[in-house]
C-alpha cells in the first residue's frame, strides 16, 4: 500500500502537536527523531506497523488517522490486512486479536472475503492465545464455509485456512487428522489452474512432512520435503528452504543415517548464517545437537 497518496506528514505533525508531543517523545520506541521529522515533512513515508505504533501512542484509531488523511478514495482494509500479515510473521497474535476487536463490526469489513480474512484470524488467535483448539476449529470451518459452505474446489484463501486446520492438529500431536487435513488441502491447492502465492503450498508441504515425522514415517516425509525443495528452487524461494533442511536432517537421523542427517543439518545453520537469523540459529543449534545426542 502506498502512503503517498495520504497527508501523514500534516496529520501526524498535527496530533503530536496536539497531544503536547515532542518529536522525541514520540519518536521514543518507534522510530529515530531524524525518520519522524523525515515523516512530518513527507520526505519519506512510514511503515504500516509504524503508523500503527503512532496511532497507539497519540491513542488515536487507525482508521480514523487513514479517513482524515486520505487524498483519494481510502482502501483502508487492505492496511488492515498488510499490519495483521506482518503481526502474524512476527507471531504477535495479541496485536492481531486487537485489530480484530476492532474491526470486526466495522462496515469497512462487511464484504464477505474481508470478514472471511478477520473470522480466519480469529481462529488462529483462539488457539495461540487461549489455547482453544476447538473453538479454534470451529471458526476456522465456520470461515471456509462463508464463502464454500460444501467445501468442494476450495479457493486458494480457503486452501490456506484449511492450512490452518492443519497446522493447530499437527500442533497438538494429532498427526493423523493434521495429515488428512493436509492431503486435502494438497489435493485441492492442485486443482487450482494457477496458484498466485507458492507459500501457501510450501506450508501444506512442510505441515505434511512434520506430521509423518510425528508417526515415524520418516522416508514419507523426506519425500514431501524434497518436493518442497524443489518448488522453493524452481519458484526462486527461500521461504521454508532452511526449515525443509532441518526437517531432512533430523528424518536420516531417526532413520540412523547419521552423516546423512548432519550434512542436511549443516545446510540449514550455513542458511541461518546467510540471512543473518542470529536468534533462530542459536535456537537451531540448541535442537541440533539435542538431536544428534538423543
Known amino acids: 500500500m502506498k502512503l503517498e497518496k495520504y497527508l501523514f506528514g500534516e496529520i501526524l505533525q498535527s496530533f503530536r502537536q496536539y497531544k503536547n508531543l515532542t518529536v522525541e517523545e514520540l519518536a521514543e520506541g518507534i522510530c529515530t527523531v531524524d525518520e519522524l521529522i523525515s515523516f512530518e515533512k513527507e520526505r519519506s513515508y512510514p511503515t504500516i506497523d509504524v503508523l500503527y505504533k503512532f496511532s497507539k501512542k497519540l491513542d488515536m484509531e487507525l482508521t480514523y488517522f487513514f479517513?482524515?488523511?486520505?487524498?483519494?478514495?481510502?482502501?483502508?482494509?487492505n492496511a488492515v490486512i498488510q499490519l495483521i500479515e506482518k503481526f502474524k510473521r512476527d507471531r504477535n497474535y495479541e496485536a492481531i486479536n486487537n485489530i480484530i476487536q476492532q474491526e470486526e463490526e466495522s462496515p469497512l469489513f462487511n464484504q464477505k472475503s474481508?470478514?472471511?480474512?478477520?473470522?480466519?484470524?480469529?481462529?488462529?488467535?483462539y488457539y495461540y492465545l487461549d489455547g482453544n483448539a476447538d473453538k479454534a476449529f470451529d471458526t476456522l470451518s465456520k470461515a471456509i464455509s462463508l464463502t464454500n459452505p460444501k467445501r468442494i474446489s476450495l479457493s486458494e484463501r480457503e486452501i490456506e485456512i484449511l492450512t490452518s486446520i492443519g497446522i493447530i492438529f499437527r500442533e497438538i500431536q494429532n498427526h493423523r487428522s493434521a495429515i488428512t487435513i493436509f492431503n486435502e488441502a494438497l489435493s485441492n491447492i492442485d486443482k487450482l489452474p494457477h496458484i498466485l502465492n507458492m507459500k501457501g503450498k510450501l506450508r501444506i508441504l512442510f505441515g505434511l512432512s512434520q506430521a509423518l515425522t510425528g508417526l515415524n514415517e520418516y522416508e514419507n516425509s523426506i519425500s514431501y520435503c524434497q518436493e518442497g525443495l524443489n518448488l522453493c528452487i524452481n519458484e526462486e524461494l527461500l521461504y521454508l528452504f532452511n526449515e525443509f533442511h532441518y526437517q531432512i536432517g533430523h528424518n536420516y537421523v531417526k532413520l540412523g543415517e547419521i552423516e546423512k542427517g548432519k550434512y542436511y543439518l549443516d545446510e540449514c545453520l550455513h542458511l541461518l548464517k546467510l540471512e543473518r537469523k542470529t536468534k533462530l540459529l542459536s535456537i537451531m543449534e540448541s535442537e541440533i545437537d539435542k538431536l544428534l545426542n538423543s
Open 114 to 125: 474481508l470478514k472471511q480474512y478477520l473470522m480466519w484470524h480469529q481462529g488462529i488467535c
Open 67 to 77: 479517513d482524515i488523511a486520505s487524498k483519494t478514495t481510502v482502501h483502508y482494509p
